[in-house]
């Protein structure tokens, strides 16, 4: 796999020119702490294999994102640190992309600044993350809140990526960045590339008390979720509990029957099966010890994560090294695509 630090060098030399169409992937994760199993299925297993199959990958950990929910600034820095030792933990390697935090790298929000003045409100107001998340906090949402998709593209864009990893629930984020870049290109001259969406194979992992909503961090009943660092006690826990229906059969019928079909979907994720070599394997089983099948599945595919998070966490200066080196090769990428830009729209 060719080196990303080659690239820059050629870039610095000019040996890239600034309109050729270099691939390259760019993806972001908020530091909420130690993932949970729908980040992992859904994200970081899908980074840990695109790190492998391109030359020019970046991943951040986007902090100023994180900023649009309320956090207290000790909690956000150990979820940083702890977001990190995860996404190390589940196999990213610094060797084979960028991993930065996002703050480190001033230019993502003053491209952010030029991108939004070329963004209207009212599409801004009808994403729908904007609408569930104003709800959630009194209909008082901040202006970082609505305007955090503008920073999203610029995340994307400051590097001219080519293709995004993304969920269905970022979809239109990322639609938003494709329009802003080719309004920028009709403004100022064909420049960024129109990044293409990388959409996960893996089903949407839904809640283990609610079915019917995604699997996530914030989720008030603790049951619901599964973080990857939990212990095998609690993953059996949170299996046994998780909702179901009065039928024992176990199949695969998202619509009817959503609680066993999210067990069915979390089961074939981290075994690697197909949902019929599931059901097959699952025959003559009940619900209850199928949740059992389930449980061990998932602590056999994590327990040689946890303790590597465990081991990763004891070192936070190597953590905070890794950012940093990543923050320096990240802003030596991003340094002469930005003054490119600064040139376009006219600051010199």
Not at 103 to 124: D, K, Q
Not at 275 to 282: D, H, K, M, N, Y
Not at 311 to 328: I, T, Y
């Amino acid at each position: 796999m060719a080196t990303p630090s080659g690239l820059i060098r050629a870039l610095h030399r000019g040996t890239v020119g600034q309109n050729m169409v270099v691939d390259r992937i760019f993806s972001g994760i908020q530091p909420t702490g130690t993932p949970h199993l729908g980040n992992y299925l859904g994200a970081i297993q899908n980074w840990v294999n695109l790190q492998e199959e391109c030359s020019s990958v970046l991943y951040s950990i986007m902090d100023m994102h994180s900023l649009t929910m309320p956090k207290e600034p000790a909690v956000l820095r150990q979820n940083i640190l702890d977001t990190t030792a995860a996404i190390l933990a589940c196999g990213i390697d610094p060797k084979k992309c960028f991993l930065f935090r996002q703050s480190l790298v001033p230019e993502h929000a003053e491209l952010a600044w030029i991108l939004g003045c070329l963004t209207n409100m009212p599409r801004l107001l009808r994403l729908p993350q904007w609408k569930m998340k104003r709800a959630s906090q009194n209909n008082e949402g901040t202006v970082g809140l609505l305007t955090y998709p503008v920073l999203q593209a610029a995340d994307i864009l400051l590097y001219k990526s080519t293709r995004v990893p993304v969920g269905e629930d970022q979809v239109l984020h990322l639609e938003l960045a494709q329009d802003i870049a080719q309004h920028f290109n009709k403004k100022y001259g064909e420049f960024f590339p129109v990044p293409k969406a990388i959409l996960s194979t893996t089903k949407k992992i839904k809640s283990l008390r609610d079915p019917a909503v995604k699997m996530s961090k914030s989720d008030p009943q603790k049951l619901a979720t599964v973080n990857i660092a939990d212990s095998p006690d609690d993953i059996v826990l949170k299996f046994r509990k998780a909702v179901t229906d009065f039928t024992s059969e176990v199949t695969y019928d998202p619509a009817a029957r959503p609680g066993v079909s999210n067990l069915v979907s979390i089961h074939a994720a981290v075994t690697g099966l197909s949902i019929e070599e599931v059901l097959q394997q699952s025959v003559g089983l009940d619900t209850a010890h199928y949740k059992m099948v389930v449980a061990e599945s998932v602590i056999q595919k994590f327990a040689p994560i946890r303790n590597e998070i465990k081991k990763l966490q004891e070192d936070k200066s190597h953590l905070m090294k890794v950012l940093e080196d990543g923050a320096v090769k990240a802003k030596e990428l991003a340094a002469p695509i930005y003054q490119e830009i600064r040139r376009l729209v006219g600051f010199q």
